[in-house]
């Protein structure tokens, strides 16, 4: 179905992208100097992610067991009984798309990266500072492509998983419950059998390194997304007019009750200092 080429180019490469890379090294050892890594930082996975150069079939959706699912970017193979779940930026684009699963959610994203591999052992390093930060507790641990950040915070427990290829990197997040992303459990599994699927389709235009590769959804799922958006809008309008009718509807409110009569004055008692008509008089 596909084909792997050899890695042995990308390797050998040790060009930086901004050709800085020396200077940022040492300060990124620094850093991980404090990270306990749990067995060889090196991983020995052969499959993929694969580069879309890689793939020898005419149709890159066909995966493995099944369709992958055309992302753009990155093209993921769907899990058995998962569900989509799609993010949204503020300006209405797709930010990012969930492979939601009954163990906990699985997040697959491609970056733009320099020639020479290396980025995400600097982002292993970011990442668990971030978290540290945030009172998580973090550890380092390898997994089939090297090293992997687990997390424990106060919400939820988290995986980070990453592989570098050429000019881009992948970061796989694995969110679920208190122990569902031990380094054992099923959604670790599920989430591994994906990237050894997932194909990364950078293209040839220039992205700044870290810059998130673009994420564009089939027709089908952004027509269904479009259609249940509209109707999200008129259920909110026929709301808003019922709840303007159901105000003029009601019946006015009764009026007020008239107020009682003033009572008359009494006039003033004659005493000591007179009459009253003496008093009005001084």
């Not at 050899?6 to 490469?13: I, L, M, P, S, Y």
């Not at 970011?126 to 950040?149: C, I, K, T, Y």
């Amino acid at each position: 179905m596909f084909g792997r080429k050899k890695k042995t180019d990308v390797d050998e490469e040790t060009t930086s992208f901004f050709g800085d890379e020396n200077d940022e090294s040492v300060e990124i050892d620094e850093v991980e100097d404090d990270l306990e890594v749990t067995g060889d930082e090196f991983g020995d996975e052969s499959e993929g992610p694969y580069d879309i150069s890689e793939i020898d079939s005419d149709d890159p959706t066909a995966g493995r067991d099944g369709q992958r699912l055309d992302l753009g970017s990155v093209l993921v193979p769907m899990p058995t009984g998962g569900q989509l779940q799609v993010e949204m930026a503020p300006n209405g684009s797709p930010q990012a798309v969930h492979l939601v699963t009954e163990h906990g959610r699985i997040t697959v994203a491609a970056y733009a990266a320099p020639k020479s591999p290396g980025q995400w052992r600097e982002v292993v390093a970011e990442l668990a500072q971030s978290l540290r930060d945030d009172n998580s507790a973090v550890s380092v641990e390898n997994g089939p492509w090297g090293r992997e950040l687990a997390a424990v915070t106060a919400n939820m427990d988290l995986r980070f998983i990453g592989v570098d290829g050429p000019r881009w990197m992948v970061r796989c997040v694995v969110a679920g419950p208190s122990g569902s992303t031990a380094a054992n459990a099923p959604l670790v599994a599920i989430a591994r059998d994906i990237l050894r699927d997932t194909v990364v389709n950078r293209g040839s235009e220039p992205h700044p390194v870290r810059t998130p590769l673009p994420v564009v959804l089939p027709q089908v799922l952004a027509e269904q997304l479009a259609a249940a958006h509209e109707q999200q809008l008129a259920a909110a309008q026929q709301q808003q007019v019922a709840a303007q009718q159901q105000q003029q509807s009601a019946p006015p409110a009764p009026p007020a009750p008239p107020a009682p009569p003033a009572r008359p004055t009494p006039p003033p008692r004659s005493g000591e200092s007179g009459s009253a008509m003496q008093q009005l008089g001084q």
